[in-house]
């Protein structure tokens, strides 16, 4: 959101994102319609009337989509959003989604489409408005509405139904000053929460930014004087909305730089997660800032299964401030020694697979992308020696005869006696390896890209409470995997 990508197929994003966000293609419209899920209610968007009423759109753009097979509105709305219009998609999938149909959800909200879901309709005979032009009634005897009591109405009345959730609140710091955030389950309400609770500063550097809520929260922190920088990765794989975004933050006054060109290479992204507030206060993760990062969707397999953290360990703090600054000011931080986080492309391959080595009872790794060997062989090394080992992946479905992208993984770590599954019960986009009594919690894709290439952040972590309550995710997960 979620935090794009089907490999040899197709591309979506958590974060945004979704096969992984280094090495993937975008080729999801050769897919074949029938493995994604349709409704008969919403527009039709090959229409020519629809499509004129999207391209005419120049400030908003609210429409209730049926299905995600047609190729023809998905660009047309991409499009709409690309040049800068509020675009705001609700669309019902009534029973569990295809994973297919979850990423090219995703990829839609990669290119800045703010996308609802839910299970059951709560705009009946809405179906889109550009604009002060409203569209209603069925998607075969459509009615144009420019009534201004009318047209406003109905912009309120779909507004307060795609609104994100931001009730939640912010959990309290544990002794060793850290805490908790399983997505969705937190929804977006800590992470506005945290923006909004800032007095003085707040450094963002992420991969994805689309949540309208946490936009929102930035704006409103400069408007009351924070100062605020953003750093935003402008090379998401397959789609991205970076121009839009950042033309938004800085019109609010806010100091927006795209992240540093050094990791935007071969397929190479910054793709951390994590911003400073205050000076006191580190909140990293695994999620991106987007809606299905942040637990905005009521059809579950559409949100993302994320991890945050809040972190107020000084020797964190510091070093999370002096890793902003360096990719702020475009300097190397390979001359750092970093001790409490784990930064590609600086220590994340030792410390992630120092703590796989020293398991001596229990390994649960959650991951969207798995295809590292020589951590595929430390797992098994892991087993051999008799540890629990259990492994969760992100389904990314192949098409035309290709596998999912993590079923050679898979296939190999059932070969040597480990439980290893997809899971889909929300889109697993969580990156984290809980070990005897330590824990990885971090931005980290377990591929070559996520260990050794691109910009990624996270940290082990001891606490008790924190280890015992991934752990607990993680088997509860195991149990029920699919939606």
Known sequence: MKNLYLVAALVAVAVPACATEDDSPDDWADADPSDFDAKADGISGSSAAVLSLIDGAS????????????????????SA???????RAYMVVAHPGHPATVLAAEQLEAAGVDLCVERTTQLPKFLALADNKLLTGSGSAPKTVTTAADVKKAAETFIGVV????????????????????????????????????????????????????????????????????????????FANYKQVAKRLAAAGITVKETPPAFDSSHNVDHAKFMVIDGKELVFGSGNM??????????????NR????????????????????????????????FTSLVVTPD????????????AKTRIYLYNQ????????????????????????????????????????????????????????????????????????????????????????????????????ALAKSFADDQTHPAP
């Open 347 to 358: 220590n994340a391959d030792d410390r992630i697979t120092a703590l796989i080595d020293g």
């Open 59 to 78: 400030t908003r753009l609210y429409v209730q989509i049926p299905t995600l097979t047609d190729k023809t509105l998905l660009t047309h709305l991409k």
């Open 369 to 468: 992308s798995l295809s590292d060997s020589a951590l595929l062989k430390h797992l098994e090394d892991a087993k051999q020696r008799g540890v629990d080992v259990r492994v969760l992946l992100g389904m990314q479905p192949g098409f035309g005869g290709a596998p999912a992208a993590n079923q050679p993984a898979i296939d190999e770590l059932k070969a040597a006696g480990i439980a290893a599954d997809f899971f889909t019960a929300h889109y697993l986009h969580g990156k984290v390896v809980v070990a005897d009594g330590k824990a990885f919690v971090g931005s980290q894709n377990f591929t070559r890209g996520g260990l050794v290439n691109n910009r990624e952040l996270g940290s082990v972590l001891v606490s008790s409470a924190i280890v015992s």
């Open 163 to 238: 609104t994100e959730d931001v009730s939640d609140a912010v959990p309290a710091l544990g002794s060793d000053g850290t805490a908790l955030m399983i997505m969705p389950d937190s929804h977006a309400g800590p992470i506005v929460s945290l923006i909004a609770g800032a007095s003085s500063s707040i450094d963002l550097e992420i991969y994805q930014l689309q949540s309208l809520a946490a936009i929102g929260a930035l704006e409103d922190a400069k408007h009351r004087g924070v100062a605020v920088r953003v750093m935003l990765e402008p090379k998401t794989v397959g």
């Open 81 to 87: 959003a690309a040049r800068g219009v509020d675009v």
């Open 290 to 303: 987007v809606r299905s990062g942040l637990g905005g969707n009521a059809a579950t397999e559409f949100t």
């Open 306 to 337: 994320d991890f945050w953290l809040r972190d107020r360990r000084a020797a964190s703090v510091a070093e999370a401030k002096t890793l902003y600054d360096a990719d702020w000011n475009r300097t190397s931080s390979t001359s750092t020694t």
